[in-house]
């Protein structure tokens, strides 16, 4: 027996739930750490005795918390074609932001103390962002639409990872004995954050763009013409479908 087919007005309503949480969370954490960060009372401790340390954690935290906001807006259909101008100026200040945000990180996650596994998670995050977000840039100056949508989930995926990475560090915080340190939430909540985002937005991407695409070619070959390229689906399956328009366009 196949699996029930969700309706299209359940579907719809579905992933514009998610959209919203995922805007929710997303401006939630930006507007709760970056301020504290930016007047010199953040609750994380900061080793003030290393040079340029605090200055990197600022300068990394007022881009990163732009590129948070900023996201989920570039992924809604209806924005993108009423507004085609705003859509490619927060895009070029998304990745503008993006590359601000990770010089500023490099830094600071090669002078950190919280150890090396930490290192290795943020600087893996780091190599990983810039090269979606270049991958990105790429695209839509090739004027692949597609293909520049598929990089800009795989970015924003890995952008949203301050936030699973707080809400897993809050998680383990409470159900972890007090035994455990600090660090080693933490970095073990870096982690997840990452390689879970990882997964979900290449989950995303099979489910919502490749899998149609797929079913698209199988009807061309009995005869209906294969339509569209990567990416295209219709804007009332969700807040991400339908024809993208460039995140950024240079020039």
């Known amino acids: 027996m196949s699996a029930p087919v969700m309706s299209p007005v359940v579907r719809r309503r579905w992933w514009w739930f998610l959209w919203g949480l995922l805007a929710l ?38 881009p990163a918390g732009l590129t948070l906001i900023i996201g989920p807006w570039q992924f809604v259909p209806r924005l993108r074609a009423r507004f085609p101008k705003l859509h490619r100026v927060l895009g070029r200040v998304y990745l503008i932001s993006v590359v601000a945000a990770s010089a500023a990180a490099a830094y600071a996650s090669a002078v950190t103390t ?15 962002w810039l090269y979606t977000a270049a991958q990105a840039y790429r695209t839509i100056r090739r004027r692949e639409v597609g293909l520049h949508r598929i990089w800009m989930i795989r970015n924003y995926a890995l952008t949203f990872a301050a936030v699973t990475l707080r809400v897993y560090l809050m998680i383990g915080m409470q159900v972890l004995p007090s035994s455990v340190p600090y660090k080693d939430i933490y970095t073990a909540a870096a982690w997840a954050g990452l390689l879970g985002n990882v997964l979900v937005a ?16 199988g009807r061309g070959a009995v005869g209906s013409p294969v339509a569209g390229s990567a990416g ?4 009332a399956d969700s807040p991400v479908a339908g024809p993208p328009q460039p995140v950024s366009q240079g020039g």
């Open 25 to 62: 969370l997303a401006t939630g954490i930006a507007a709760y750490f970056v301020p504290p960060y930016l007047t010199g009372s953040s609750a994380v401790p900061i080793d003030r005795a290393i040079v340029g340390y605090y200055a990197s954690l600022v300068v990394h935290a007022l």
């Open 232 to 235: 295209q689906g219709t804007a």
């Open 202 to 217: 290449e989950y995303f991407i099979v489910q919502r763009t490749l899998a149609p695409l797929a079913r698209r070619a």
């Open 114 to 128: 919280s150890g090396f596994a930490l290192q290795v998670a943020f600087y893996l995050l780091i190599v990983a």
